[in-house]
């Protein structure tokens, strides 16, 4: 794992999840949606059955789950639930933001910024 995380990969996306989960097979055409317009990124796949006590510290109770950890980081930005491609494309970027220390406002938030 420590030749992972010493990578030049842009982020890990562990993907947490069951064979019989009905979530789980509705989310993963969304996520293999992510992943191509990411391609620089590594897609992990876990059988939360398999690995009980989680990843990085992660350890979820609904699957799906998903992890997002940015390159030389150890813990990443979390999620539980099924969630599309464009949900995805905001759960990285909240990792990335966290991880350089910046706060992700709503869109809301920042047009009022941008008006002031």
Known sequence: MGAVMDSKIPFRLY???????????????????????????LRVDIHAGRHPRGIAGFKPKATPSYLIIPSGEKEG??????????????????????QSGEEEGSPEEKEGEEEE
Do not use: I, N
């Open 77 to 98: 930005l979390p999620h539980e639930g099924p969630l599309a491609a464009e949900d995805l494309e905001d759960l990285l970027k909240s990792a990335r933001g966290a």
């Open 15 to 41: 993907f947490l999840h069951q064979p019989m989960c009905g979530a789980c097979a509705l989310a993963k055409p969304e996520l293999v949606k992510f992943m191509r317009s990411h391609p620089e990124g």
